[in-house]
């Protein structure tokens, strides 16, 4: 049994109309699975992570006003969600889901979050649709654990993980792998560990030429004792902010990829499903069911 992470609140979140952001994907992969034969009993329920806690990481100030709505309203316009109490605990929510998922999958070896992948978030501000960096949050919750000495963040996200290198470059023990379109958000990039800029219009050789290089060098540099992965589908031809080429099946040949390298190290892996703007939800669902055909959950 592959540990799933999920809660229903992940979907829940009131947008104005054709809000930019399909917050219905995350209720949709859990309906496809469970179509698809997966037994509810797989299912972990998160908990809503403790503001008092993010503060520890987090600058407080802003932790504190954005759990009571009071940033200011162009903090929240780069944020990109309109401020509301559901919104908060749906964002601690789904932190805790990837903290859950990291520590399942030091148990399990293995183990996927149905949300996940807040790479925007920085220690003092949102942005992007990103609120609380939970990339960086399970990395330094796997890094309590006996014998983790390094964790390997690797995000294929199209957009490069900003926020998960800033917050990341005074900590040696987290190797930070970006692998995104150079010509896409945020148009200012900060340095990761390893940055690969692909360009517009990459294709499924090309890009997965490239997903195999990082991630060997990835390995041979970080000699990671747990990896967390973002993968995120916003690389999909059909994607309306990816601008890349990758087909379904390039996105399955990729997670199939880490999945493999990971456990040819013997490392474990906690992924979560990243980012994926198709207005189709049918169809955003489809490609980010790869991540689970991947790992041999259907």
Not at 25 to 32: C, E, L, M, W
Not at 147 to 169: M, Y
Not at 279 to 285: G, H, Q, S, T
Request: a negative charge; aromatic letters at 8%.
């Amino acid at each position: 049994m592959i540990p799933l992470v999920f809660h229903p609140i992940y979907s829940q979140l009131d947008l104005p109309y054709r809000h930019r952001f399909p917050i219905e994907k995350y209720q949709g992969i859990y309906d496809a699975l469970i179509a698809q034969g997966v037994d509810e009993s797989d299912f972990y329920t998160p908990v809503p992570l403790e503001p008092i806690k993010l503060s520890q990481v987090y600058d407080k100030t802003y932790v504190s006003e954005l759990c009571a709505g009071k940033l200011d309203p162009k903090a929240m316009r780069r944020i990109g969600f309109p401020w509301s109490e559901q919104l908060i605990q749906r964002t601690l929510t789904a932190a805790g889901g990837t903290v859950l998922t990291a520590q399942l999958a030091l148990e399990h070896g293995k183990a996927l979050n149905l949300t996940g992948g807040y790479h925007h978030a920085f220690a003092d501000f949102g942005s992007g649709f990103c609120m609380v960096n939970d990339l960086y949050l399970a990395a330094l919750s796997m890094l309590t654990q006996p014998g983790i000495d390094s964790v390997l963040i690797f995000d294929c996200d199209v957009h490069q993980g900003d926020g998960t290198a800033k917050l990341a470059q005074g900590n040696p023990h987290i190797f930070t792998v970006s692998l995104h379109g150079e010509k896409n958000f945020p148009h200012r990039k900060q340095v990761s560990d390893m940055d690969i800029g692909l360009a517009k219009g990459t294709g499924d050789d090309e890009y997965l030429e490239a997903v195999d290089s990082a991630l060997h060098l990835a390995f041979i540099q970080a000699r990671p004792d747990a990896v967390i992965y973002d993968a995120g589908v916003d690389i999909h031809i059909d994607d309306d902010l990816g601008h890349l080429a990758i087909t379904t099946q390039g996105v399955l040949a990729r997670d199939r990829m880490v999945y493999a390298k990971c456990a040819a190290a013997g490392v474990p892996v906690a992924a979560v499903i990243g980012g994926g703007y198709q207005r189709d939800i049918d169809a955003l669902v489809d490609v980010h069911l790869q991540l689970f055909r991947s790992a041999g959950v259907v």
